[in-house]
């Protein structure tokens, strides 16, 4: 071969190998879930196998920016809020149609909100409880709320809102708005959405597709329509350990919810990469702080030292290093994860002080060998891991910690009902607000501060302030004093944050799973 | 006629099993802690959602009224709708069905033509070499969990040999001949283990009978010996002993199906526990029962067709 031929070959292969050239485009992304969905229907996810999907298949008038925090145009090319907070109008861009070609107009915004705000027929009615009426004037919409709501440009960038086809759902069959829906999921097709893909199989439990919105509106760097994929196919392998090798055989692209025990394995392979993505997910421990417990004992955890000393006394990096093998940081906010809008670093929230444990333990007085229940989910490895540990970490203080194992749906009455100590929660945010994890953690009146029955009347009032302060300043100062009362007050164990671990196949880009826990496959790509 | 009659007397004698069947699942289900309106809805649902899903479910009516809508609409066919799958459960047992039922077959078929063979072999050899082996080898199939030899299975067969898929289901008879193959070979070592010690037994038991001595010295041809009367009548211990493990084998499928990926009962009655989903568990209950007390008037009949003897009783 002389020179000439070599020197050719090579720049044919930077033309072919250099990415910046030409745009991947189509191909199949091979997805292996750790759960189905059931509905994906925006108002009616309830599960986040379903509300993780949602966007995928249906768009939202606003979208929420790069960064997580703010929002940006999206059905809605620009959107304004009214000088007293009481107006959101907004325009529709121009041409817009559903994945079938049909124009989505102003009626289908109305439909959807309407529909997303009945509380007969979705739960997440209550996240836009503040709108007042929705009306349409050509590409113009206006949503007139009954009072100022700080928090409702975010959810007009979130799931439950997104638009969906009033066409379709008239044209439907079945007697209730649900019916409609799941004959319309069951059937699939391009009519119902206008997101980046459509519903083109589903066979419950086993598989799901879908197909490429050939009409999308956004565009990808090459100037055409998104998404650069011809379709997704999800394959639902609940076993981890079944969930990597399929990944690691090359039959899947992508596997997700890796157990962290396994990350180091899989970072080292070098067909794979081993994706850590921030998210909401915090993992504590709420503590009932009742003067009684449920059998009408003294509750010791009633003293706010002794619920001090337990999150002094317990190595937060400690307990990551043997349940997340290092994949996850202590919380730094009491109140919710660090990527959530509004959170204040307080790190170190209770760093390791034994010394500190033991004098706050002295001064309530309480008594060595004082038994304590921590209630855990049977079968679950972690919890598990996590009792051995805060046993061990806690007995110098003094107290004989006993476990108590239920499953998910009882530990979820105990929470309610009172009867328990300390048991193992953890929680995703399903908005991009702070207001929906301090309400659940904090504010008595929406969930008796995550069952454990605190309360604090300054919290209660700040919260409900922030739900209707519209300077983001003012409204920021108060979550900020929120979280340093809560902080203080120590209803929770406070203890960690956890990434969202998912294997990718280096043949893929530009997956990714937002703080939320959405799956977006928007701008990905696979080259075989 | 008289099969016809004894197959009757049989069908009728499933009724009151079934009516104790009904009872029991209605109770169990409800005395499982936790609240199904939780499950439903999730932790992070209101007091006043929790209270609307327990009316729409009904229950917050007393519990015989509850057990009589339960009885009445299972007897029309209504099973109601699924919690989770908010879908009616009949339909989605009968579309999960045919997936688990091919897998149990399949493994069955397995089983028979590993043990089988194996336990002639055995038999045959008794207490020499080939004997000890093959009942070494089987021993070991039976003490490992049925989950355990499924991720063994596929580390090796599939991920690394790449002999086999990792998991799924495919579409056709053919294609799934392949693809299910692991899952149903990890429930046949296990059932084939047991299959095989009693065919040997049975076998050794037949070879010891006055009649296979007379067959001898009467001259007839070992392959004729074996074929009518061993293989035969040591069949008959082993209907039995198939029949009465498709409990076992349906359990399998709970734990198979799961490692696996295949969408069949199994997994989904898992599914179902999990998510306190009351009328998809009665349903998977009750199609379990009929098919057990299916399997096992079909092990009756099969029975009695090998052995006359069986048949007047």
């Not at chain 1, 300043?473 to 164990?493: T, V």
């Not at chain 2, 009872?23 to 932790?43: H, N, S, T, Y």
């Not at chain 2, 045959?124 to 021993?139: E, K, S, Y």
Request: with cysteine; charged share 20%.
């Amino acid at each position: 071969m002389n020179t000439r031929r070599i020197a050719s070959a090579l720049a044919l292969a930077a033309v072919l190998g250099t990415p910046a050239f030409a745009q991947d485009r189509g191909g199949i992304l091979n997805f292996a879930r750790y759960d189905g969905s059931q509905l994906v229907d925006p108002i009616y996810a309830d599960r986040n196998p379903d509300i993780w999907m949602v966007a995928s298949l249906f768009d939202t008038l606003l979208r929420l920016g790069a960064d997580g925090k703010s929002v940006e145009p999206g059905l809605a090319e620009s959107h304004e809020m009214s000088a007293d907070g009481r107006t959101v109008t907004l325009k529709l861009r121009s041409g817009l149609t559903f994945a079938d070609g049909s124009p989505l107009t102003g009626a289908d915004v109305i439909f959807s909100l309407d529909r997303a705000r009945n509380g007969d027929l979705s739960s997440w009615a209550g996240l836009i409880g503040s709108i007042d009426k929705v009306t349409a004037d050509g590409d113009m919409i206006t949503i007139a709320l009954k009072t100022p709501d700080p928090t409702i440009l975010t959810m007009l960038a979130t799931f439950n809102t997104a638009i969906v086809s009033k066409a379709a759902f008239d044209a439907a069959p079945g007697a209730t708005d649900q019916e409609k829906s799941a004959a319309i999921f069951a059937k699939g097709g391009p009519g119902v959405g206008s997101g980046p893909f459509y519903l083109c199989g589903f066979e419950q439990g086993a598989t799901m597709d879908f197909c490429a919105n050939k009409g999308y509106w956004r565009q990808g760097a090459d100037g055409k329509p998104l998404p650069y994929l011809d379709g997704v196919h999800f394959q639902v392998i609940p076993d981890d350990a079944t969930r990597i090798l399929k990944l690691q055989a090359g039959e899947v692209d992508v596997a997700e919810f890796v157990p962290f025990a396994r990350v180091a394995e899989l970072q080292a392979d070098e067909k794979l990469n081993m994706e850590l993505f921030p998210s909401t997910r915090i993992i504590y421990s709420p503590i009932n702080v009742r003067a009684t417990r449920a059998d009408g004992s003294p509750n010791p955890l009633a003293d706010v030292r002794v619920r001090q000393a337990l999150n002094y006394a317990t190595d937060k990096a400690a307990l990551i290093g043997l349940v997340l093998h290092g994949a996850g940081k202590p919380m730094s906010s009491p109140l919710m994860a660090a990527a959530t809008q509004d959170s204040i670093d307080m790190s170190p929230l209770y760093g390791y002080d034994i010394e500190k444990a033991k004098a706050l333990i002295a001064e309530a007085g309480l008594p060595a060998g004082t038994k304590i229940t921590f209630t855990t989910l049977a079968g679950s490895a972690d919890d598990a891991t996590i009792f051995a540990a805060l046993q061990q970490m806690w007995a110098p203080l003094g107290i004989d910690l006993v476990v108590e194992q239920v499953d998910g749906p009882t530990r979820g009455a105990k929470n309610r009902s009172g009867e328990f100590d300390i048991h193992t929660y953890g929680w995703v945010n399903d908005v991009n607000d702070a207001s929906q994890v301090v309400g659940w953690l904090g504010h008595t009146p929406t969930a008796n501060a995550v069952g454990t029955g605190w309360e604090d009347a300054t919290f209660n009032s700040l919260y409900e302030a922030a739900q209707t302060e519209m300077d983001p300043a003012k409204r920021a100062d108060e979550f900020a004093q929120m979280q340093k009362i809560y902080a203080e007050a120590a209803p929770l164990l406070f203890m960690y944050e956890t990434p969202f671990a998912v294997a990718v196949s280096k043949q893929v880009s530009g997956y990714v799973q937002t703080p939320l826990g959405a799956n977006v496959f928007e701008e990905a790509t696979v080259s075989r | 006629m008289k099969s016809l009659a004894y197959i009757l007397k049989r069908l009728l004698l499933m009724v009151p099993t079934f009516a104790i069947v009904m009872v029991i699942i209605f109770l169990l289900v409800r005395m499982l802690p936790g609240d199904p309106a939780i499950a439903i809805a999730g932790d992070k649902a209101s007091d006043a959602d929790l209270a609307a899903i327990r009316e729409r479910l009904g229950l917050t009516e007393p519990l015989l009224v509850q057990f009589w809508l339960f009885l009445t609409n299972t007897l029309q066919g209504d099973l109601g709708r699924s919690i989770m799958l908010k879908a009616p459960t009949l339909g989605v047992i009968l579309d999960r069905l045919p997936t688990t039922a091919f897998l149990t077959l399949y493994a069955v078929t397995l089983s028979l033509l590993i043990a089988g063979p194996l336990a002639f072999v055995a038999a045959l050899n008794r207490g020499r070499w080939p004997d000890a082996a093959i009942r070494a080898v089987f021993q070991v199939g039976l003490s490992m969990p049925v989950f355990y030899i499924g991720l063994i299975l596929l580390t090796f067969l599939a991920a690394r040999a790449r002999l086999f898929p990792v998991g799924g289901i495919g579409h056709g008879f053919v294609e799934n001949l392949h693809q299910l193959f692991l899952p149903a070979m990890t429930i046949a070592l296990y059932t084939s283990a047991i299959v095989m010690r009693n065919l040997r037994a049975a076998i050794i038991e037949v070879l010891d009978a006055d009649y296979v001595q007379f067959a001898r010295a009467k001259g007839l041809s070992s392959r004729l010996i074996l074929g009518r009367h061993v293989l035969r009548n040591a069949l008959i211990s082993t209907v039995t002993l198939l029949g009465l493990s498709i409990g076992n084998l349906m359990s399998g499928t709970l734990v198979t199906e799961t490692v696996f990926a295949v969408p069949g009962v199994g997994r989904l009655m898992l599914e179902a526990i999990f998510a306190r989903d009351y009328p998809l568990i009665q349903g998977l209950t009750l199609t379990f029962a009929i098919l057990v007390s299916a399997v096992f008037l079909l092990t009756d009949l099969v029975q009695s067709w090998l052995d006359p003897r069986m048949r007047l009783t």
